[in-house]
């Protein structure tokens, strides 16, 4: 029986609906790398509210010989839509933050400049800045509530600096700060309170054995309001401090404390909403180590985010762990995510159906590592099944949707390879018989294009297919005539 191309279409959009519906479905976890084929590392990550990833990363050598700062603004299945490189050659850090149409804030230092830019979503620069500046070290960035950029950063050894910026890159008020007298100050992080002021976080110490940690409130205008200095313990290097509904949580490390649990490394400090102490303790999450990264406030008490290992490791490695603890921080249950070596958290960001987003790094991979991505969801309060598959990661292979899709009669694919390899593309019937080959020869690492013509095709759906030495990759794509 012949059909009509009007049923033909139909049929065509009705297998495309089922296909994106089950996708949907089933790909809200996930496990993603990226990488260039040198040494990569995920810093930080964010959640838009469109669903849209950011990641920023630092690349060490691979096949552009270089270090350098990454951008990646993902889909919510991970794909990339674009990246951008922040600098080259760096001495300092790399900071960013979301935006609130969708962009950026990022902003990097090397040697003594200090370099800004907003980029919009669509990957292009709105305006950049650059300042000479005594700033030895950048250290985070935020959105202020008034839409302006906010930076930490370390002027000298006894203080620290905030500066807002509006846009286009003008300054509206810098202001250093010191909280506690003949004491190195080195600036963590900062974050930003529903009333527009900002919390900042402060290592502070003078000897090997004489450590605090110190907080500072500073109001939208620039004005400090408080100042705290937290002498529970000693040796301790703070690395997260996150805003609860009663006072905020400092993630430390303090491995001085010769009374803590065997293995245990991190400290977590809950304060009152005016930096004093209300208690501390070492969350005994994992058997052996447990090295937190992150933690967050959720309605059973706290969810933590990091690194360490249990019974079931390996001797000598680390995976990255997600658990949830009751508001003693005793454990409810934890996962442990990752490959078959050593993978490392750097940070975890809440996801808007209550799944969450770690950013880090693999060293699954051969002579190198990358940029780690994990989307979990959470289902009842525990974590559901990761979709890793616990074979060796070898690269960012990228397949990228087609687009248009559906298209009559050319359509362009998208893909990238993390290095050099003998690439094939093709594309299949739903019978699985090969009607093109589109490229096939040996290819560098890097970003690629090219159009499918369709034209001596029959409407339906097809299948393209992307094809390394190292791995492969499909989807489908809809010609309609």
Known sequence: MKLSWLTALLLAYILLFLSSFLTAQTSNTWTRTYGIGGWEEGIKVRHHSNGAIGILACAFGGPFELERGWLLHLNSEGDTLWTRVLGENFTGR??????????????????TTLNFRKIKSNGQ?????????????????????????VYLSCPDNDHFQLTSIAE?????????YSILANYIHRPVTFSVTEDGSFVVLVDLYRFSNDRFTGLARIDANGEMKWTSVIPEGAGEWSSAISSVSDGYLIVSTDKSDSSAAVGVTTDVIKTDLNGQVIWKKSPRVLSKTTTIRDIFEIDTGYLLAGEGSDSTTRDGDVDIFLAATDSDLEPLWYQLLGGNRFDSAKQMA?????????????????????????RTNSEGGTVSSINFSGQPIIGSLELLPNFPNPFNPVTT???????????????????GRTVARLIEKRQSAGHYAVNWDGRDLSSGIYVYQLRTEYGFA???????K
Do not use: C, M
């Not at 960013?96 to 090397?110: M, P, R």
């Not at 694919?413 to 019978?431: E, G, H, M, Q, W």
């Not at 499909?474 to 309609?480: E, G, M, N, T």
């Open 350 to 374: 809440a996801a808007d159906d209550g799944g969450y987003l770690i950013v880090g790094h693999s060293n699954t991979i051969k002579d190198g590592r990358d940029v780690l991505v994990i």
């Open 168 to 176: 286009p890159g003008t300054i509206v008020w810098g202001k250093s």
């Open 94 to 111: 790399f900071a960013f933050d979301q935006t609130s149409d969708s962009g950026y804030f990022v902003g990097w230092n090397k040697g």
């Open 125 to 149: 620069v709105e305006w950049s800045v650059n300042f000479n500046s005594n700033q030895t070290w950048l250290e985070e960035v935020r959105e202020g509530n008034d839409g302006t950029l």
């Open 413 to 431: 694919i998208r893909y990238s390879i993390p290095k050099a390899s003998t690439v094939t593309l093709d594309i299949f019937d739903v019978n």
């Open 474 to 480: 499909r989807r489908k794509a809809v010609l309609v």
